[in-house]
């Protein structure tokens, strides 16, 4: 009998947990899912400041993930787009496949066109997306040019429950952002609440749950 297939993800914050359920269900109905999740990492890394991740962060995340090695899990997930590196720096310690949440997305922006817009709610966040995706560009030898909007008010809006303010404040930015650029990627997994109410877009907006659970489908599927 083949061993089930169990997804292991990782949260800096409680906040992905709830962002993500709608994807999970769309593109994972069925998978058993185990989620861990340490909101000191996301309050540690936001303490340090933009670009700055407290070294501690990256060996919390090995831990973790060699705990969900040890329970049995097929693949892991990092949801946190702020320490994304901790992806990259895991891999070679761990014998199961690891996937970072905003790197799908980063590859097909840079696919899309070569002026592409980084919209963020979290200033923390903001370095580590430009790295990725310009990481992205490279693989892909693709030249880009980046226009970063940042939207503190709109974080501040989600976690206060105020989701409505949360998307219109973010579709304001996406129409505006729209005129310069060829496609907006979304920094962080929390932004995927516009998904559903957004609409029409003179460019394509691309968000982390969508682009990210279907290729951890796919990875799954090929496991």
């Known amino acids: 009998m083949a061993k089930e297939k169990t997804l292991g993800i990782i949260h800096a914050s409680h906040i992905t947990i709830d962002a993500m359920k709608p994807y999970i269900e769309r593109y994972l109905p069925g998978v058993p899912i185990m989620h861990l999740c340490d909101d000191t990492i996301q309050r540690d890394n936001i303490a340090a400041g933009a670009g700055v991740i407290p070294k501690r962060n990256y060996s919390k995340f090995v831990e973790y993930a060699h705990n969900l090695e040890e329970a049995g899990v097929s693949m892991i997930l990092l949801a946190c787009s702020t320490f994304n590196y901790a992806a990259e720096l895991a891999r070679p310690l761990i014998d199961i496949p690891i996937a970072q949440i905003d790197r799908p997305m980063m590859e097909q922006a840079v696919q899309t066109g070569s002026r592409i817009g980084l919209l963020a709610t979290l200033a923390t966040?903001?370095?580590?997306?430009?790295?990725?995706?310009?990481?992205?560009?490279?693989?892909?030898?693709?030249?880009?040019?980046?226009?970063?909007?940042?939207?503190?008010?709109a974080f501040e809006a989600y976690s206060a429950g105020d989701i409505e303010r949360h998307n219109q404040i973010l579709k304001d930015a996406v129409a505006s952002l729209s005129e310069e650029v060829d496609c907006i990627v979304m920094a962080q997994l929390s932004m995927s609440a516009l998904a559903p109410v957004l609409g029409e877009t003179k460019v394509p907006v691309y968000?982390?749950?969508?682009?990210?659970?279907?290729?951890?489908?796919?990875?799954?599927?090929?496991?």
């Open 207 to 223: 968000n982390s749950g969508e682009t990210g659970f279907l290729r951890v489908k796919e990875m799954l599927e090929r496991l």
């Open 125 to 153: 966040t903001v370095p580590s997306s430009e790295r990725l995706l310009d990481i992205a560009a490279a693989e892909a030898g693709k030249a880009i040019t980046r226009k970063t909007v940042l939207c503190e008010e």
